[in-house]
């Protein structure tokens, strides 16, 4: 995934951007960089790796030495940035995030004009914030180029731009991801998630249309592009990747993770399928909210039969080597064995994408001395990567563990029926949830339906992304 943050003020902002990115953090885990524009002294530009120490660690000595009254900074999930270009349209900053699908393709047609050329990355690909760059830098101006790359993108992109008038922030054409605009006293900010600027200082004041794009200066914002009509803001959001406090299009993230919680207990009382067990409980931080709700609504009483230690390591993927990040990931499962030995649990995952690491979680359940492990997602079946952003991509459909149980289960057939394997109420979709039990170690298995998700985020859900659970777009 990623995230983004950017303040045009009055004052200093460095270190708003600062923390405004810092804020950001929970998106990605590989690269953050921050730039900075200061009237007298231009440009002050700084890319740190974050895979193995956090942004704050990496940035703390750069602060002291930027200077500026606007900027920008990111948390990338696949590239460095912000990219600082120089081109017929000015010098200026860029990031994004999404994903650009049909990158060579578009990297073809630049070359097809001779002079053309790009900075190869050590991957010998095309950094996907200086291909949208090039796609603005075709127009006659900023905001005409924006909306050609919006339309020659095949994915999602969302940026931002920081000029030396301000910032351009440009929500994708479909509005896949948020983008929200705060103002203060001294100036205003622009932001992926709305809880980063609260802290700051800043208050709500505006939230961007699907592929709008809007200027944002120190006294206020305008808009040089109007929103489209069709949004499909991505339910993820909701589910797993947005942090607790933030709102979108008006819905607060733990809210709905009560209530999504909630309806699926409820819908299991109806049809006489919850377990009886002693605890209900959340896995991982994310899927807690969801446990919440479910225990509320079920009479269940919630706890926390394992915590993790996260001083050391906040994050289990840190380490380069999969062998150091398996052995990360057992070392933060702390149990408690009053709450596990000779327990039935029920535990509410926020997704299941591929099973890895749940598989270890239940293998380390049942070694620690739990009678049963019942298992709930709190969306339904993934069976299709994502094309947008970076939540659940993967190199083929078949690592993820429907897909891959349904090939199992029945072959090239199966694949033709996705659509009833996701519905736990056919033969085929009771076929794929014992499947998956008897692989994973499940005393039972149960997804959230799609419905019920809908119901829980409570928008028009004509308005909402659910591409990776049915295909359709």
């Given amino acids: 995934m990623g995230g983004f943050f950017g303040a045009v003020c009055k004052r200093d902002c460095v270190l708003d951007v600062f923390f405004g990115t810092d804020y950001h953090s929970h998106l990605g885990t590989k690269r953050a960089g921050m730039a900075i524009y200061d009237r007298k002294d231009g440009f002050q530009r700084q890319i740190h790796s974050i895979e193995n120490t956090p942004f704050r660690t990496k940035f703390d000595k750069d602060i002291s030495e930027f200077h500026g009254c606007s900027g920008i900074g990111c948390i990338s999930d696949t590239d460095p940035q912000p990219l600082l270009v120089r081109s017929h349209l000015g010098l200026y900053a860029i990031t994004t995030v999404g994903i650009i699908n049909n990158a060579e393709e578009l990297v073809a047609q630049y070359f097809s004009d001779h002079g053309h050329q790009f900075m190869a990355m050590s991957s010998g690909k095309v950094n996907s914030t200086e291909l949208a760059a090039a796609l603005i830098n075709q127009a006659d101006d900023l905001v005409s180029g924006i909306r050609h790359a919006q339309a020659k993108i095949d994915g999602s992109c969302t940026m931002l731009l920081l000029t030396a008038d301000g910032i351009i922030a440009a929500r994708d054409a479909l509005g896949r991801l948020p983008v929200l605009v705060g103002q203060g006293e001294d100036g205003c900010c622009v932001s992926f998630e709305s ?261 829980a985020i409570g928008i028009d859900r004509d308005k909402i992304c659910t591409y990776c659970w049915t295909g359709k777009e």
């Fill in 195 to 455: 809880f980063a600027y609260h802290k700051l200082g800043y208050h709500d004041a505006y939230e961007l249309g699907p592929g709008e794009i809007v200027k944002v200066t120190p006294t206020g914002w305008e808009t040089l592009s109007p929103a489209g009509d069709k949004m499909r803001i991505c339910a993820f959001l909701w589910t797993y990747y947005g942090y607790p406090n933030s709102n979108y299009e008006g819905v607060n993230v733990e809210v709905m993770r009560y209530r999504n919680g909630e309806i699926m207990a409820r819908d299991e009382v109806k049809k006489g399928k919850m377990p009886k067990v002693d605890f209900v409980a959340g896995v991982p931080d994310s899927g807690v909210p969801h446990a919440i709700g479910y225990a509320n609504r079920s009479g269940k009483p919630f706890a926390r039969p394992f915590v993790k230690y996260t001083p050391t390591w906040p994050r289990s993927f840190m380490p380069a080597d999969q062998k150091a990040r398996n052995q990360v990931a057992k070392m933060k499962q702390i149990p408690v064995p009053e709450l596990i030995e000779g327990k039935k649990l029920l535990f509410v995952d926020d997704s299941i994408v591929r099973g890895t690491q749940l598989q270890e979680t239940v293998e380390f359940l049942y070694g620690s001395g739990a009678e049963e492990v019942h298992m709930r997602s709190a969306c339904p079946p993934i069976m299709y990567g994502c094309k947008y952003l970076n939540f659940s991509r993967s190199n083929s459909d078949m690592e993820l563990l429907a897909r891959r149980t349904i090939q199992e289960l029945e072959g090239d057939e199966g694949q033709q029926h996705l659509e009833e394997y996701a519905d736990s109420s056919t033969d085929r979709g009771q076929c794929m949830l014992k499947a998956i039990s008897d692989k994973l170690g499940f005393s039972s298995l149960g997804y959230q339906s799609l419905d019920g998700l809908l119901e």
